[in-house]
């Protein structure tokens, strides 16, 4: 029986979502002090030993001060993604009705710690008005184990489009940055020498940063690509009777593996970023939500 629209909005439920969002939406916070110092102290050393050259050794300083925080930071963050995805796990398992494997099951945070993230959550949405109707309510309409290929490809699809937008974003941001580098030693005069040494060579942390970025954001909206088109795969499958429902919930039961394995090592999207896309991504969800669930309909499954 498909109950995955009632489920989703029950008070249990949205408390995980309530938990997982502020541990990610922590992990966030962290990593955004991260890029702060990682893309602003270079910028910064190489315009004070530009005008200062005496500088040179505290810059030095600086960047090692930098990087071991930088490290710290890393850990934390981390461990707080891994928690929520935990946390998004059990909430998918559960929603979408799949067995949860025995792993999994000790990875579990504690109840204490899904109801604590859960209340410093609802400070700013005391009626979990943002997590409600998480999957489109329509699947409603269909069989579980379609409405759960519907829900597993809405993962897939979401997670892969907001990567490439960001992606797009960092290129955009290598080539100003790359700009501003360049007009400013052209306006001090700077020689060439003077511009490696000086200017280049401190900024390459920022550049490596913003060159791998683009290249892990790039591989994790490949992958979610290749797991939503497996999603599609198994819809079509399904609809052909090629696969029984219990084949299709064995498959749903990997496919999620392969989510949940993301979810847990996949480069974050900074909050800001994802707030704006949110409502136009939303738009787009419901859309392809209810021609799949047309497409079941009228295959009379």
């Known amino acids: 029986m498909n109950t995955i629209a009632q489920d989703q909005n029950t008070d249990k439920q949205l408390q995980r979502l309530a938990a997982q969002r502020y541990l990610y939406s922590r992990a966030k916070h962290v990593l955004e002090i ?4 990682d893309l602003l102290t270079p910028i910064v050393i190489a315009v004070m030993i530009a005008i200062f050259p005496s500088f040179d ?18 850990t934390y963050q981390s461990s707080r993604k891994k928690q929520a995805a935990d946390i998004q796990e059990i909430f998918d398992c559960d929603v979408l009705i799949l067995e949860s494997h025995e792993l999994k099951k000790r990875r579990r945070p504690m109840t204490e710690t899904i109801f604590e993230a859960a209340k410093r959550y609802k400070r ?9 109707n998480w999957y489109p309510p329509i699947v409603e309409e269909i069989p ?6 519907v829900c597993q490809r809405i993962n897939c699809w979401w997670d892969s489009q907001l990567r490439r937008r960001y992606v797009q974003a960092v290129s955009t941001v290598l080539v100003i940055l790359f700009i501003i580098v360049l007009l400013f030693s052209l306006i001090n005069g700077l020689s060439l020498a003077k511009f490696f040494l000086a200017v280049l060579i401190p900024l390459l942390p920022t550049f490596i940063w913003t060159i791998r970025e683009f290249l892990h954001q790039s591989e994790a909206a490949n992958d979610k690509d290749e797991l939503r088109k497996y999603a599609e795969e198994l819809w079509e499958k399904t609809l052909i009777n090629e696969y029984s429902v219990a084949k299709t919930t064995e498959e749903s039961r990997m496919l999620q593996d392969e989510i949940y394995n993301n979810r847990r090592t996949n480069p974050f999207i900074l909050d800001w970023f994802y707030n704006r896309l949110k409502r136009e991504n939303e738009e787009q ?14 295959s009379k499954l």
Not at 285 to 298: R, T, Y
């Open 124 to 132: 700013k949405d005391p009626h979990f008005s943002a997590l409600k």
């Open 144 to 149: 579980l184990h379609l409405a759960r290929l």
């Open 57 to 74: 050794i505290y810059g030095a300083f600086v960047a090692v001060a930098v990087a071991i925080l930088d490290v710290t930071l890393e």
């Open 34 to 37: 991260q890029v702060t110092f």
């Open 285 to 298: 969800m419901n859309v392809k939500a209810e021609e799949l669930v047309n497409e079941a309909l009228q």
